[in-house]
């Protein structure tokens, strides 16, 4: 009910057409626990796009593929206090993105997605996820089709500068690719399955890969609010402009939250509140 009252605070983002479009009134969320107990509650037929959130499982799936020497090779992971699709720190850096959850360290690791073209390469990442993670992703064109129909300037220099300092190869094809994944699409429940992935040991993804995703989500993954957030909530967590948010609770569950309306450091306002909320109450920071 608190919550609800966020979602009128949020703004929906302009430079995504479709998105712009969402209904601010939307709030859903999804809990879903290691010993197989659901809980859902509001608009939980929505469909939305990932967006940033598929970021952690683009770094899930190259760590399983190739290996965190390879992975690492081509993105950090050190947390960034700028916006997500910041150039200036691109740039500072030397075109080595900072770390996997901001653009330049998506579309970094969308050079190494196995597959001929970008849709393939969505597909491969698309195809991995629903059949280890149990959950039905689509790959939304109709939003796909919005995300070409402005020129993303800022992703296209970030593009030009990882394909400058030899850090990406077929800089076309791998911007598409990333543009493909972040329309991976599904509902609150398919948030909650693919973030079970990273709560327990899993027959299909190695410990190590899963404390590697964790951690990085913990620092990175809401960018520049990320130290205020783990402070706050102590939950790895990651956000995407659709307004989709997903929190780990390692060994217990994941808890999944859509609402399109966004704060100013471009994480959904109604969501953050309600994560917040659920952390605080259950008292599940994983710093005690
Ligand atoms: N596709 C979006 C972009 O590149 C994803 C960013 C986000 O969700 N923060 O701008």
């Not at 597909?123 to 919005?146: I, P």
């Not at 800022?154 to 300092?165: D, F, P, Q, V, Y």
């Not at 609150?188 to 990085?216: E, F, K, T």
Request: hydrophobic share 45%; net charge neutral.
């Amino acid at each position: 009910m608190q919550a609800k009252m966020h979602t009128q605070e949020g703004k929906l983002p302009n430079y995504i057409p479709l998105l712009a479009q969402a209904n601010p009134n939307w709030l859903a969320v999804q809990i879903q626990t290691v010993t197989g107990q659901n809980y859902n509650a509001g608009d939980i037929h929505c469909t939305f796009p990932l967006m940033s959130v598929v970021k952690p499982f683009i770094l899930l799936f190259l760590l399983q593929q190739l290996g965190a020497e390879i992975v690492f090779s081509h993105v950090g992971m050190k947390p960034s206090d700028l916006p997500f699709n910041s150039l200036t720190q691109l740039i500072a850096d030397k075109g080595f993105p900072r770390n996997p959850t901001i653009n330049s360290g998506a579309i970094a690791l969308c050079s190494l997605l196995p597959g001929i073209n970008a849709f393939s390469r969505c597909e491969n990442l698309r195809l991995w996820l629903n059949q280890t993670a149990g959950c039905q992703l689509v790959l939304d064109n109709q939003m796909l089709d919005s995300v070409r129909s402005l020129p993303n300037d800022r992703n296209l220099a970030i593009t030009r500068l990882l394909t400058k300092s030899g850090n990406i190869h077929s800089p076309e094809t791998t911007l598409d690719a990333y543009n493909h994944v972040c329309c991976l699409a599904g509902t609150v429940a398919d948030l909650a399955r693919i973030g079970m992935l990273l709560v327990q040991a899993h027959d299909a993804i190695a410990p190590q890969n899963c404390r590697i995703v964790n951690a990085i989500m913990t620092t990175c993954g809401l960018y520049q609010a990320s130290a205020r957030f783990a402070v706050e909530v102590g939950l790895p967590t990651k956000s995407g402009v659709s307004g989709a948010i997903l929190s780990i609770v390692p060994t217990q569950g994941a808890i999944a939250c859509y609402s399109p309306g966004l704060d100013e450091t471009g994480n959904s306002k109604a969501s953050i509140f309600l994560i917040q909320q659920l952390a605080q109450n259950l008292n599940l920071s994983i710093f005690g």
